[in-house]
């Protein structure tokens, strides 16, 4: 096919036009005939107890519709996809999860009562109207104090407020590699609690048809059928045949649009008992408040080494915060997409690690972008950074003797995954030569003589995406299948119509997986139209998240070609009167080997729907087909993020001064969109290594970061430009050969901005810097710190 | 209720508003003009900016009747017809969106920025789209687009 819009092609995307031109169609921009506004009343106490709620002069408010609460909430909870079983045994605590609040508020922004009105002031007007006794109880918020005895307790059911206690790996083989150690290298870490913020606010509109009996919800969704079944078969009872979930136009996700939220049950659930359509959107405030918020992780891991710095054994003890309730995908989090990834790049043969996840009077905790690895790998990062340190052997040199190397693969950890591919010995060697890592003690003796300590720091990671074979999750907790779906449409005329479960929020699908299909059938880019996100056109798939659209959503899709061009190929050789295996297909053009007997794809789909010469006996007209595409493994992007820091001592502001980052995602679609995908995460990375921080009071459980004047998204002026490349090994066992882009951004920057820092703190005899480093942190370090500064 | 009236992307519209209506919500409302987006409630995100009288402003930090009289352009105005404005073009060229919601905000500060600043340096750039945040692209392309933009609005402007 033509190599400007084919596979490997920098194809401008196709979804632009629109979101330029300000014609993108959101959720909130939609609007249904006779629609109605919700608002939805919140606790304002982290943990209280409701004894009263009076709706009489609210529902006596202008404009005023319904007034609903917990009281009237009849239907089901909200549920968890995932199950994990405890060291013993026994299933995880799983608390109620009611979309209205009862007797019982949990967490700053629970939900208490939606109102519904004309419009959207009046239903905020008239909540100010809603007399609720509460009755303030003691709250938890600490992660690490959270099953201290003592502690107040969120669920009468969870013992000192513990949901799990998990582990993996072989306990007795890695203490006994502790046992024949040279050294042990060990850190206490915390992976600090951050909050997504797509900037598009979450929002959802129910509309229930009365004459059809019909539900349809609008909402910002990664995965619109997820939805559907959730909330259809769990939680309101709606059969999924008479209900439809469009996910439009959504603005970012990064996970927290992956859950099932309260919000879409109760606007879906009130549009059918008054009968008018309502929608809701959250302002800013409430997302703060309400949208699932990421890691929160307190660990302590030791690292078990020869006396060459050959790791021997890993220990990893973690707590981790989930929040008040259990978010749709929340246990898995901690555990299977954390503990699974702490073997790294390295071949550690031993490793053991526990995960107790706690519940605290805060917002639940769910993936967000990198969803666990993100913790992995700043944990083991900082730890190898460290045990370097400890062993006065050189960053680059420790990691070399213990990678993975390229003829190993396929590659068993000792926690459960087999790495497929990769050479990380080629993603560092690139990185190390993009960013002059051999010149950097110049570039450090420069920044020095202008009172600026300049650090520089590297983390080699792997993550696992392309989520995921359902046999394997299955086994493993999950309560879904993982796979993928596509439709291929052939119209007539040879042009074609996608159809994917992926759903695209600012990914760049319908350029993407247009350019897939439009190289696979040898069709021009502009016959090809991507639809997705609305479960009424689409066959039923699973979504968008864990770097998963194209390594699983694009495979279903090759899938599905294959099974066109098989079909297509019979058409043809009916067509040529040739056998069909004598016939291959080719740029577009179906051909009998050895001859120059060819015709055109475009003719073969018209033979299709007009079958009056065609082999009627033993094919059935048309050319479309839908394939679903469940993967036989993980995929394993993984590379080397370098960073480069300059440090004001005066100040403590840490200035990223370079940013490299050579990833393997395996085979590139369009470069283009896979390097905005790698920026995108970088800037998420080095958000949560330097500004970003979610805080709650300890006492009150209020959440201090309840802005953007409080909460520090990177802005332009705190980010460099990077430098970013792939260098691809492919992935063997899916049929396009991707691994996944979308996360590996936030997962391999953290630590290396962190190693930076510390580096240019290093000479002051700093050894420690939690996330994120804040210019009071470092200032307040270097004050500290145990040496001076020299004069330069 | 008050009557409010405005040129809007050249029309002259008007309407019956609540006196607390922010502009924003007149243009997306009572307008239809949804390209102009909120994403925050204490004025710090730049979803919503559009030209007010030529400049750039918040839109979500005015009431629609301090807009009254005025010439306002939003995202949906900018471009002639099917033809982008050089800044639309630049930020496709150079892949400066990927969701697109904080994208018309983007837009329209940028072509505020190369107004008061024609040849904008790459610190420039990102110090005058401060108030302006993006989650997806890590500003990283839209610099480049705004540099992009300014050269194309600079030889347009020369044409012109
Ligand atoms: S909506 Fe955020 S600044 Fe106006
Ligand atoms: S493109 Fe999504 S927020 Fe900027």
Redesign the pocket.
Same mark, same amino acid.
Request: aromatic share 0%; with cysteine; charged share 5%.
């Given at each position: 096919m033509t190599t400007e819009t084919g596979i490997g092609a920098a194809v401008k995307r196709r979804e632009d036009f629109r979101f330029l031109t300000g014609r993108g169609t959101y959720t909130d921009d939609i609007n249904r005939p006779h629609q109605a506004y919700g608002y939805i009343l919140r606790s304002p106490y982290a943990a209280a107890q409701i004894t009263g709620i009076d709706t009489s002069k609210a529902k006596a408010a202008p404009g005023v519709i319904a007034v609903l609460t917990g009281a009237d909430y009849d239907k089901g909870g909200l549920p968890c996809g995932w199950q994990i079983h405890s060291k013993d045994g026994s299933p995880m605590i799983e608390p109620a999860h009611p979309p209205l609040c009862k007797d019982q508020v949990r967490h700053v922004g629970d939900q208490v009562a939606l109102v519904v009105a004309e419009t959207y002031a009046e239903a905020k007007d008239a909540a100010e109207l809603i007399e609720v006794d509460y009755k303030e109880l003691p709250a938890i918020i600490s992660t690490a104090k959270a099953s201290e005895d003592g502690a107040p307790q969120v669920w009468p059911e969870a013992k000192n407020n513990i949901c799990f206690d998990w582990h993996i790996g072989d306990k007795a083989a890695t203490d006994a590699a502790f046992a024949k150690a040279h050294h042990v290298t060990k850190i206490d870490l915390v992976n600090q609690r951050l909050i997504p913020n797509a900037m598009e606010p979450r929002s959802a509109v129910g509309d229930y048809d009365r004459a059809t009996g019909d539900y349809t919800l609008y909402t910002t969704s990664q995965n619109p059928h997820v939805i559907r079944l959730l909330m259809g078969a769990f939680v309101l009872q709606i059969p999924e045949h008479k209900l439809r979930v469009v996910a439009p136009d959504v603005g970012g996700g990064f996970g927290s649009k992956i859950f099932h939220y309260a919000e879409e049950a109760l606007v879906t659930w009130a549009s059918g008992k008054v009968g008018r359509p309502i929608k809701w959107t959250a302002e800013r405030s409430e997302a703060f408040i309400s949208d699932a918020q990421g890691r929160d992780h307190v660990s302590h891991a030791e690292l078990a080494m020869d006396k060459d710095g050959k790791f021997l054994g890993l220990r990893v003890n973690t707590i981790a915060n989930m929040g008040a309730y259990l978010s749709t995908f929340a246990p898995c989090v901690p555990t299977y997409l954390h503990a699974t990834l702490l073997a790294g790049v390295y071949t550690t043969p031993a490793i053991y690690a526990e995960v107790k996840a706690v519940f605290t009077h805060t917002v639940p905790v769910d993936a967000y972008r990198g969803a666990g690895r993100p913790e992995a790998t700043y944990l083991l990062e900082r730890l190898v950074a460290k045990a370097a340190r400890d062993m006065q052997m050189d960053q680059v040199e420790i990691r070399r003797r213990n990678f993975i190397p390229k003829d190993a693969f396929p590659y068993q950890t000792p926690v459960a995954l087999q790495y497929d591919s990769g050479d990380y010995e080629a993603t560092l060697d690139l990185a190390l030569q993009m960013s002059k890592w051999a010149d950097f003690e110049n570039r450090r003796a420069e920044a020095a003589k202008r009172g600026k300590l300049r650090g520089i720091g590297i983390s080699t990671y792997l993550e696992a995406c392309g989520i995921a074979p359902s046999a394997v999750v299955g086994s493993l907790g999950a309560r879904a299948g993982l796979y993928e779906t596509g439709s291929i449409r052939v119209h007539p005329t040879g042009s074609v119509t996608v159809f994917t479960g992926s759903h695209s929020h600012g990914q760049g699908h319908e350029t993407t997986f247009a350019q897939l299909v439009s190289d696979g059938l040898g069709i021009p880019l502009e016959n090809v139209e991507v639809v997705h996100g609305d479960t009424a056109k689409i066959p039923f798939g699973m979504g968008t998240y864990g770097s998963r659209s194209l390594a699983v959503g694009g495979s279903a899709l090759v899938k599905a070609m294959d099974k066109i061009i098989a079909k297509a190929t019979k058409i043809a050789a009916h067509l040529m009167e040739a056998a069909a295996s004598d016939v291959e297909f080719k740029d577009g053009n179906f051909t009998v080997k050895g001859t120059d007997k060819s015709i055109p794809f475009g003719q073969v789909a018209l033979t299709a729907y007009v079958p009056h010469n065609y082999p009627i006996t033993e094919l059935e007209p048309g050319l479309e087909e839908t394939a679903f595409y469940d993967p036989l493994n993980f995929t394993y992007p993984g590379g080397t993020h370098i960073c480069e820091v300059e440090i004001d001592p005066e100040t403590g502001i840490t200035q990223v001064v370079n940013f490299t980052a050579v990833d393997d995602v395996g085979r590139v679609i369009n470069p283009m969109i896979v390097e905005g995908q790698v920026h995108g995460g970088l800037a998420q990375g080095i958000g949560q290594a330097l500004l970003e921080r979610c805080v709650y009071d300890e006492d009150s459980g209020q959440l201090l970061t309840g802005s953007y004047m409080d909460y520090t998204m990177p802005r332009a002026d705190d980010l460099p430009s990077f430098q970013v490349a792939t260098h691809g090994t492919m992935c063997t066992h899916n049929p396009i050969g991707a691994k996944g882009v979308g996360e590996v951004g936030a997962i391999g920057s953290p630590p290396a901005v962190i190693n930076a820092v510390i580096d240019a703190l290093a000479p002051l005899g700093i050894e420690d810097m939690s996330m994120p480093a804040t210019p009071l942190k470092v200032w307040q370090a270097i004050q500290s710190a145990p040496k001076k500064m020299s004069a330069a | 209720m008050p009557t409010v009236r405005m040129t809007v992307n050249g029309r002259a519209v008007s309407g019956e508003i609540e006196a607390r209506t922010l502009l924003?919500h007149f243009l997306r409302n009572q307008l239809g003009l949804t390209g102009t987006h909120?994403?925050?409630d204490t004025?710090? %995100?730049?979803?919503?900016v559009v030209h007010v009288d030529g400049t750039s402003i918040?839109? %979500?930090?005015l009431l629609a009747i301090q807009a009254e009289g005025a010439e306002v352009t939003t995202i949906e105005g900018l471009a002639t017809g099917d033809e982008l404005h050089p800044m639309q073009a630049a930020f496709r060229e150079h892949h400066g969106l990927q969701c697109g919601f904080c994208t018309p905000g983007m837009v329209m500060s940028a072509v505020d920025l190369v107004k008061t600043n024609p040849d904008p340096s790459e610190q420039q750039i990102r110090e005058g789209l401060e108030g302006n945040i993006c989650r997806c692209t890590g500003y990283h392309n839209i610099v480049k687009a705004v540099k992009a933009g300014a050269k194309a609005m600079n030889a347009g402007a020369m044409k012109g």
């Open positions: - | 924003v909120v994403g925050c004025s710090q %995100c730049g979803a919503c918040k839109s %979500c930090t």
